[in-house]
């Protein structure tokens, strides 16, 4: 029986949508199925691409097309933000294309619609121009209506309590 993939979105301001997407990952890969995920907004040495590229190379590959420091809508979009996010788009289009990966994320894209890093336009398109092979999913905050609505499954991450309100910063294997 052939694969078929769906367009799936965890949004929302509770924790967990790129862990959702790891563990999406990681099944796959028990399955032998190969995943692509292009980080946006994200630099640095997080557990995940320690833990790929000791486990899991040849299976998952993890991309990051951010900046070391996250944008903030009071300062306004850089050039070189706009250059990470169009490169990581660009790179995530031909993960869907190349027919190499049955999985592919955009991990955080959701964030970098939200602050018009990009237009909407171009993640549209990779949604609807996405091979029926290719699983799709979109992650981060403040997922746009249009992107909702092409999505099969939408998950919402609803914060109820988070220990960054008690002041524990990101932990080392946790977080980070």
Known sequence: MEFTGCIQVYTGNGKGKTTAALGLALRAAGRGMKTYMAQFMKKGEYGELLAVARHLAGLVTIEQFGLPEFHHRDRGVSPAEVQAAEAGLAA??????????QIVVLDEINTLLHFQI??????????????????????????????????????????????YQKGL???????K
């Open 92 to 101: 995530a289009a031909a993960a869907i294309a190349c027919g190499d990966y």
């Open 118 to 163: 990009v237009p909407v336009e171009p993640v549209l398109r990779l949604m609807d121009d996405r091979p029926a092979g290719v699983e799709l999913v979109l992650t981060g905050r403040y997922a746009p209506q249009a992107v909702l609505d092409r999505a099969d499954l939408v998950t919402e991450m609803r914060e109820v309590r988070h220990y």
């Open 169 to 175: 910063q990101a932990r080392t294997g946790i977080e």
